[in-house]
């Protein structure tokens, strides 16, 4: 029986560093695509108005 309690708390302690990785991916991921996003818009509007 202890060692099955071992056992969850070890799962528990993958999962709660896995949904931080998956959470850091997606800021991550969140601001390369807010700064490609204005890159694109900028390259846009001096192609535009430039």
């Not at 071992?6 to 302690?13: G, H």
């Amino acid at each position: 029986m202890q060692n099955l309690n071992q056992f969850e708390i070890v799962k528990q302690n993958e999962l709660e560093q896995v949904q931080g990785g998956v959470g850091l991916l997606i800021v991550i991921g969140g601001s390369l695509l807010a700064a490609g996003g204005a890159g694109v818009a900028g390259y846009w509007l001096s192609r535009t108005f430039g």
